[in-house]
């Protein structure tokens, strides 16, 4: 059952009225109402869904990519510290078995590394869902990362999916927090942007990962009907997705489990 949560309406009360003098004997006065209501107070907007699965009546999982880049971690790429934070050969892997996938693309790694938005954007079997602009943390703790300030945060994903549209013309509705953190003063700040969140109840370890069959296993454990794997293209903070990702894929498949785009595997589920 997909998780979904709306926030609930704000209710005016009636208050108690007061009993009034009598009026002059020479006013004439409509007779006084026997009810006393007051306007209702002003509904807060509904948070935005949460997903976390798809259906678990059907044999389809999905696999997500988050691009993950802070401020931070520009500094490492400027002064050389690092390479690279976009992993190519995850992509040269799905391209070459055409594979569907969903990446939630980072504003700040987008502005870095425009090339390979372009290439994830022009491929059929990819689509792509916002990461956030500057990629802080929308609730901690969140892995030590700094916090956004509650005011900003319907702008940071607004300003990230306007930058997104400049690469596809058929940018989901989807958002994925970073680092998965979240509250519900966070729902309420991001509901003036209209999208959907999106969760993973398969989380393959591969950030920070240092043992390939660690992270298979993990991902093979986790995986059951209407899963969503989470993984992770920034090379320098998960080097072994590339390397993990072909075992992934045949255990899915021997498990029964068909891979799909996280649209389809949403397809028909209320969501």
């Not at 940018?171 to 729902?187: E, H, I, K, V």
């Amino acid at each position: 059952m997909l998780l979904t949560l709306l926030a609930a309406g704000a209710c005016g009360g009636a208050p108690a009225g007061a009993r009034a003098a009598p009026p002059p004997s020479t006013a004439r006065v409509p007779a006084p109402s026997s009810t006393t209501t007051t306007a209702p107070a002003p509904r807060r907007p509904a948070l935005p869904p949460v997903i976390e699965h798809g259906p678990r009546d059907r044999r389809e999982v999905t696999l997500t990519f988050d691009s993950n880049m802070t401020v931070d971690m520009l500094d490492r790429l400027d002064s050389g510290r690092v390479e690279s934070y976009a992993n190519r050969a995850v992509l040269d892997y799905l391209e070459r078995h055409h594979l569907p996938a969903t990446f939630f693309l980072a504003g700040l790694w987008v502005d870095r590394y425009p090339d390979v938005t372009r290439r994830i954007a022009a491929d059929p079997n990819f689509e792509i869902g916002s990461h956030s602009y500057l990629h802080l943390a929308f609730h901690a703790p969140c892995y030590g990362e700094d916090v956004i300030p509650v005011a900003q945060m319907a702008a940071d994903v607004e300003r990230s999916e306007r930058q997104l549209r400049h690469f596809t013309r058929h940018l989901t509705p989807y958002f994925r927090f970073p680092g998965g953190c979240y509250d519900r003063t966070a729902l309420r700040a991001i509901a003036p942007a209209g999208v959907t969140v999106i969760q993973y109840d398969d989380p393959s370890g591969d950030a920070f990962g240092t043992s390939v069959p660690a992270i298979v296993a993990q991902a093979l454990d986790h995986a059951q009907n209407g899963s969503i794997i989470v993984m992770h293209i920034t090379e320098a903070n998960a080097p072994l997705t590339a390397l993990a990702l072909p075992a992934i894929v045949d255990g899915l498949r021997a498990k029964g489990l068909r891979i799909v785009k996280l649209s389809t595997l949403l397809a028909g589920s209320g969501s």
